[in-house]
């Protein structure tokens, strides 16, 4: 059994900051990729950023030079410093991360259960 937790959502105001982390538990062999997806009322699910286990990054467009992704392998954790934080953010963002385990050598897409972001103008 695998578990994804994230915390640190909330409410902030415009240009304000908050990070988001996420703790990957169970039977867990190696974690690929980790991410962090966010979907805002009525609009489709979209990515945020991405971290490879090497370290590699990707960010969508809209987040670049505001948001930033990092990992410790070690503890299997992923987090999301989000900076200059837009209303246009507002969402509920989830955690992704491609997980190996012994059942699943290949690896398997697994979720946390969301966290909502809301940021006031």
């Known amino acids: 059994q695998v578990q994804l937790v994230e915390s640190g959502g909330g409410v902030v105001q415009a240009g304000g900051s908050l990070r988001l982390s996420c703790a990957a538990s169970g039977n867990i062999i190696s974690i690929l990729t980790m991410g962090w997806y966010r979907q805002a009322p009525g609009k489709q699910r979209e990515l945020v950023a991405n971290?490879?286990?090497?370290?590699?990054?990707h960010y969508a467009d809209s987040v670049k030079g505001r948001f930033t992704i990092s990992r410790d392998n070690a503890k299997n954790t992923v987090s999301l410093q989000m900076n200059s934080l837009k209303p246009e953010d507002t969402a509920v963002y989830s955690c992704n991360a491609d997980i190996v385990l012994a059942q699943r050598p290949l690896g398997y897409d697994y979720w946390g259960q969301g966290t909502q972001v809301t940021v006031s103008s």
């Open positions: 971290i490879t286990s090497d370290g590699r990054t």
